[in-house]
Nanobody, 124 residues
């Protein structure tokens, strides 16, 4: 069992930056592939980014590629999402999630553990 707590959300102007953090407790995060997902009002939860256990491979949704960077610090049991050049369409509740295994990183149903989410609002 692993517990995840996200932080770093808030209100930011278009073009600005924000870094989200996800701290894990209960079990070491190095046992899990980690993902970030987001959900805007009235929309389904969607994949944003994922990172494998070692941090050597990263994956991004096309909508954030080149603007967002996922990273992890296994020693600190923390995963980060650096968000640059933010757009109003990035406004959503952002969730951190953990899964075992190496496949299916794009699909929220494959993740066993979820945080409560942190709200990011981008003003135009």
């Amino acid at each position: 069992q692993v517990q995840l707590v996200e932080s770093g959300g808030g209100l930011v102007q278009q073009g600005g930056s924000r870094r989200l953090s996800c701290v894990a407790s209960g079990r070491t995060v190095s046992n899990y592939a980690m993902g970030w997902f987001r959900q805007a009002p009235g929309k389904e939860r969607e994949f944003v980014a994922a990172i494998n256990l070692s941090g050597g491979r990263t994956y991004y949704a096309d909508s954030v590629k080149g603007r967002f960077t996922i990273s992890r610090d296994n020693a600190e049991n923390t995963v980060y999402l650096q968000m640059n050049s933010l757009k109003p369409e990035d406004t959503a509740l952002y969730y951190c999630a953990a899964k075992t295994g190496y496949s299916g990183l794009y699909y929220p149903s494959n993740y066993a553990y979820w945080g409560q989410g942190t709200q990011v609002t981008v003003s135009s």
